[in-house]
């Protein structure tokens, strides 16, 4: 199954207070590994961003009002994740959103497989800080592009977190070199063997005598 690297930014937290999604990003991971498929876009939610929203991610209410829609973006939106398991870190607050969207247009709740790496972090490293930035300094990745929060950012970041949590590498070894390497070693008939030096006669006479005492010191010992 492939998997979606899922995050969105709002104009605040609860949906109950209205609050809507102004960012989507999603990347597609093949075998961990992500592929060109992407999907992102900007929306217009239709209100106002609050305060401490704005702080996170830097959205302005001109720059989100010149955007799509949500009904205008969502069966693209659907296409790309369907059957896919989505990949989120803190997926209530993500699901939450999305689904009041689906909801106000009068369209289902999402049923994909959902894998919560925050949920994952937190049976991994009970009592620590388990913020996406904080997994980023445990697993030494870089997210000095994290100035602001913006979704294909934090899923690029996230997928990196994700392969470690998962206990899994980045699969950056090129093992193809590898083996033509030895491929090389093979049509070069390269051979490898220690040389085998014969004793002179007069090694071996020397070696006689040496058994001679050394058995003449043990009789006697």
Do not use: W
């Not at 990003?25 to 992500?34: A, H, K, Q």
């Not at 059957?83 to 009041?100: E, P, Q, T």
């Not at 014969?198 to 006689?208: F, G, R």
Request: with cysteine; glycine share 4%.
């Amino acid at each position: 199954m492939k998997e979606v690297i899922l995050d969105t930014e709002t104009t605040g937290i609860s949906v109950k207070d209205g609050h809507r999604i102004v960012e989507i990003g999603c990347i597609e991971l093949d075998n961990l590994i992500p592929t060109q498929n992407k999907f992102h876009c900007y929306l217009n939610p239709e209100r106002k961003v609050s305060e401490k929203a704005f702080e996170v991610h830097g959205y302005s209410d001109d720059f989100l009002s010149k955007q799509n829609k949500f009904k205008e973006v969502v069966d693209e939106f659907l296409n790309f994740i369907d059957g896919k398991r989505l990949i989120i870190h803190n997926a209530d607050f993500d699901l939450s959103h999305i689904n009041n969207e689906l909801k106000i247009l009068g369209k289902a709740k999402i049923d994909n497989e959902i894998v919560d790496t925050l949920l994952l972090a937190k049976e991994k490293f009970p009592g620590s800080s388990i913020s996406l930035d904080a997994l980023c300094k445990r697993y030494r990745i870089d997210n000095s592009k994290r100035v602001q929060h913006t979704a294909l950012i934090d899923c690029e970041l996230l997928a990196k977190v994700y392969i470690n949590l998962t206990g899994q590498r980045e699969p950056t070894l090129d093992f193809k070199n590898q083996d033509d390497k030895y491929q090389d070693l093979e049509r070069k008939n390269i051979l490898y063997f220690k040389k085998i030096v014969k004793p002179t006669a007069e090694d071996l006479k020397k070696h006689e005598e040496f058994l001679k005492t050394s058995l003449k010191k043990n009789f006697f010992n």
